[in-house]
């Protein structure tokens, strides 16, 4: 499976923020949003110091879904549960490197699920480790946090990363798209789409807006405003 590069950057809003109290509604209301994608954290305890949700409530969220499901896992051996986790609704199934002993082998068992297969990367962990696997990738997720809780900073070096990483997939000749995880917000969305975003995953930033329908379409509209103009200032 390919994902398919726009011009405009995609936006994916993490479930991890919602009220898990009231998921169906939460999930329901962004039906007609300006989310292009649902971004869904699976986090097992030992990875990360937290524990999300499993195979159950990815399940539930999919039922009431209108938008494809971008799953995130922040799990140890992942491989375990790669089927699992398609059929319980993932579009995207992303692993981390830092998890993978086997990298490869695991983005071609996505692969053959007919998923949307991507690698995520710790805020520590350099670019470059992609190097030999950067063509064989739907979708590389930066993390702009360290992993495991919502809410945290941006960390300010991701832009240098995002610059560094969209350079090593134009050399390796990947189409992988660029999907930042993590304190994405008005503040620096511009800025990550033009270091070479592509998605931009925001949690707290929308759920604890007093209307995250209508804190993504702004988002969406200054992102729209600011590609006009950049592309004003070039012609």
């Known amino acids: 499976m390919t994902l398919t590069r726009r011009r405009?950057?995609?936006l994916a809003p993490s479930l991890?923020?919602?009220?898990?109290?009231?998921?169906?509604?939460?999930?329901?209301?962004?039906?007609?949003?300006?989310a292009d994608w649902l971004h869904c954290d699976i986090m097992d305890g030992r990875f990360v110091p937290n524990i999300s949700f499993g195979i159950p409530v990815l399940?539930?969220?999919?039922?009431?879904?209108?938008?494809?499901?971008?799953?995130?896992?922040?799990?140890?051996?992942?491989?375990?549960?790669?089927?699992?986790v398609r059929d319980a609704g993932a579009r995207n199934i992303?692993?981390?490197?830092?998890?993978?002993t086997h990298l490869h082998r695991v983005i071609e068992q996505i692969k053959a699920l007919g998923c949307g297969a991507g690698v995520a990367l710790n805020p520590h962990t350099p670019v470059w480790v992609l190097e030999d696997i950067a063509a064989d990738l739907d979708l590389v997720v930066v993390m702009s946090v360290n992993p495991g809780f919502g809410g945290q900073?941006?960390?300010?070096?991701?832009?240098?990363?995002?610059?560094?990483?969209?350079e090593l997939l134009v050399d390796s000749g990947s189409s992988a798209l660029i999907e930042i995880d993590g304190g994405v917000n008005?503040?620096?969305?511009l800025a990550l789409v033009e270091a070479g975003a592509d998605v931009l995953v925001a949690?707290?930033?929308?759920?604890?807006?007093?209307?995250?329908?209508?804190?993504?379409?702004?988002?969406?509209?200054?992102?729209?405003?600011?590609?006009?103009?950049?592309?004003?200032?070039?012609?």
Not at 25 to 30: F, I, N
């Open 59 to 84: 399940q539930a969220i999919h039922r009431h879904a209108q938008q494809p499901l971008d799953v995130h896992l922040m799990i140890e051996e992942p491989q375990n549960y790669l089927s699992a």
């Open 94 to 100: 992303s692993v981390h490197y830092e998890a993978c």
């Open 203 to 235: 949690g707290s930033f929308v759920f604890n807006s007093p209307d995250p329908v209508a804190t993504l379409a702004a988002l969406r509209a200054q992102l729209a405003a600011g590609m006009d103009l950049e592309e004003q200032e070039l012609s």
């Open 186 to 189: 008005q503040d620096n969305a």
């Open 153 to 166: 900073s941006f960390i300010p070096n991701t832009l240098r990363k995002v610059t560094a990483l969209k």
């Open 8 to 10: 405009a950057p995609m």
């Open 16 to 34: 991890l923020a919602a009220d898990f109290g009231n998921l169906q509604s939460e999930t329901e209301r962004l039906a007609g949003s300006a």
